[in-house]
């Protein structure tokens, strides 16, 4: 499986990992999943419909991240991919804490993917 991010999703990771400085092995935890079973799986993940896109966008509802103590999966952090099952690629599109924001962008998706 090939993974790729978008630049948004780099500023995005950037800002986070000031605030969650084990992001980028939770991350890495999250890419040897995805290699595995990259399609949806509630209630972990969810295809994001009604977008008016071909492209596959999944939603990660249950990510680990080992700097909120205690929570574990439950951390909060949402994690939005493309997935494109014939290429066995998968593009990194957005990545934030739900507190900090209600739902993805979904414009930021429609200007990147068909």
Excluded: W
């Amino acid at each position: 499986m090939n993974f790729n991010e978008l630049d948004e999703f780099q500023k995005d990771l950037k800002a986070l990992l000031k605030k969650y400085r084990t992001l980028n092995e939770d991350l890495e935890v999250v890419k040897k999943v995805l290699e595995i079973m990259p399609e949806e799986r509630p209630p972990f993940s969810f295809r994001i419909d009604n977008l008016g896109i071909e492209t596959c966008i999944i939603k990660v509802k249950k990510i680990a991240c080992k700097a909120l103590k205690g929570r574990g999966v439950n951390s909060g952090l949402r994690l939005i991919y493309a997935h494109y099952p014939t290429e066995e690629k998968i593009v990194f599109i957005e990545l934030y804490h739900k507190n900090d924001k209600e739902n993805e962008d979904k414009q930021r998706i429609k200007d990147n993917f068909k």
